[in-house]
């Protein structure tokens, strides 16, 4: 690991100070190193360089979620985790910005879930510089969709601007009251991805799930919890997601079976005198750890023998559609035509719905999706 560039978690007076007993998750990080020849099952990141960002306490944000993560339950070996530190602040902020990627890169290389912890949107810029794939998909989890017209303004509030032109990117809990009338169609066309409303998410929170198993990065930003729950935002918004909706995203995210890595940013200690959202900040992060303890490396491969097969005529398109379950995690894939596969179609992850769709002769909106992306 690119030792140089990350102050050491043990240096950290937050994680100096930890005493524990044994199922404390702190026990086991403050016992675990890196090493390259027993590479861990995730690694942890802070990033507390808050330069061009909406807030001065960003650079707390690592070690204040750090106190309060350290103390929940850890999780049952063999899994395990090692806390790298901090990224180390360069002179000038994109020097911090080049660190991180090269951070990512490396991480990356290794095939290794990473939880970043701390700083703002902006570093998700970085992070997915550092995973090198076509296509990338981001998941943004915001109450808002940062202002794309705006040039003069926190890199943070426009990091949506300066991502590659082949990233796909979903977006969640967005507000109505913070977007215009006709972002949902003209976000689809942008960012060849889907925006899901708050409302949609509390009415089918599970519609996620197949979402966030595709994804690479998640950027969730702190401030798309409610404010009564989730003090230390910037923006002030008294609605939201509520914490457990929260946790259950982080969930989903952690039982993909790709790497699929979490960064929460957003939090700011300044703002949060009784640390209750440094300890809602810390079991989000948790939810997502705890997935990744548990995850099943289920997607369907070839012939996909070990999947039950449902397949269903559908009107309007020309052959069935075939959908797979897994038997043990109950997750559902289906199949779309593609150009670029030859032998065995193309596989998304979809729900139960989608089935249920299709059974009523409906054609599913996820299919669509991918279909028109492929031709």
């Given at each position: 690991m690119l030792k140089e560039l990350i102050i050491p978690a043990k240096s950290l007076p937050v994680v100096k100070k930890f005493s524990g007993d044994m199922d404390q998750l702190g026990t086991h990080l403050k016992?675990?190193?890196?090493?390259?020849?027993?590479?861990?099952?995730?690694?942890?990141?802070?990033?507390?360089?808050?330069?061009?960002?909406?807030?001065?306490?960003?650079?707390?944000?690592?070690?204040?979620?750090?106190?309060?993560?350290?103390?929940?339950?850890?999780?049952?070996?063999?899994?395990?985790?090692?806390?790298?530190?901090?990224?180390?602040?360069?002179?000038?902020?994109?020097?911090?910005?080049?660190?991180?990627?090269?951070?990512?890169?490396?991480?990356?290389?290794?095939?290794?879930?990473?939880?970043?912890?701390?700083?703002?949107?902006?570093?998700?810029?970085?992070?997915?510089?550092?995973?090198?794939?076509?296509?990338?998909?981001?998941?943004?989890?915001?109450?808002?969709?940062?202002?794309?017209?705006?040039?003069?303004?926190?890199?943070?509030?426009?990091?949506?601007?300066?991502?590659?032109?082949?990233?796909?990117?979903?977006?969640?809990?967005?507000?109505?009251?913070?977007?215009?009338?006709?972002?949902?169609?003209?976000?689809?066309?942008?960012?060849?991805?889907?925006?899901?409303?708050?409302?949609?998410?509390?009415?089918?929170i599970k519609e996620m799930e197949p979402y966030l198993r595709e994804t690479d990065l998640v950027s969730f930003d702190f401030g798309a919890l409610k404010l009564c729950e989730a003090p230390g935002q910037v923006r002030n918004s008294p609605n939201g997601l509520t914490g457990e909706e929260a946790c259950q995203l982080a969930w989903y995210a952690g039982i993909s079976p790709n790497p699929g890595w979490f960064s929460l940013f957003g939090y700011s200690p300044e703002r949060d005198p009784g640390r209750n959202g440094s300890m809602m900040a810390a079991q989000i992060a948790w939810y997502y750890m705890n997935g990744k303890s548990r995850k099943i490396d289920e997607v369907p491969q070839d012939e996909a023998i070990d999947f039950l097969h449902f397949v269903v005529t559908v009107e309007g398109i020309p052959e069935p559609v075939t959908f797979l379950k897994h038997p043990v995690s109950k997750r559902w894939w289906m199949e779309v035509p593609s150009p670029d596969c030859d032998l065995f179609p193309l596989r998304i992850p979809c729900s139960k719905k989608d089935y249920r769709q299709a059974c009523r002769n409906e054609i599913p909106e996820r299919w669509w999706s991918s279909f028109n992306k492929s031709y």
């Open positions: 016992s675990s190193a890196w090493n390259d020849s027993a590479l861990p099952d995730l690694v942890i990141l802070g990033i507390t360089d808050d330069r061009s960002s909406s807030s001065a306490s960003y650079s707390d944000s690592p070690d204040a979620i750090r106190e309060q993560l350290y103390q929940l339950n850890g999780f049952s070996a063999p899994f395990r985790m090692v806390d790298l530190g901090n990224v180390k602040s360069g002179k000038e902020f994109s020097d911090t910005v080049a660190a991180v990627r090269m951070i990512a890169e490396e991480v990356y290389s290794l095939g290794i879930p990473l939880l970043v912890l701390g700083g703002n949107q902006s570093f998700t810029i970085p992070l997915l510089a550092g995973i090198d794939k076509n296509e990338a998909v981001l998941s943004v989890v915001d109450d808002r969709i940062d202002n794309l017209s705006q040039k003069n303004t926190l890199l943070d509030d426009v990091f949506l601007n300066n991502l590659s032109r082949e990233t796909i990117v979903n977006a969640m809990a967005v507000q109505t009251f913070f977007v215009s009338p006709d972002s949902k169609e003209t976000y689809s066309e942008e960012f060849k991805g889907a925006l899901f409303t708050l409302g949609e998410i509390r009415n089918g």
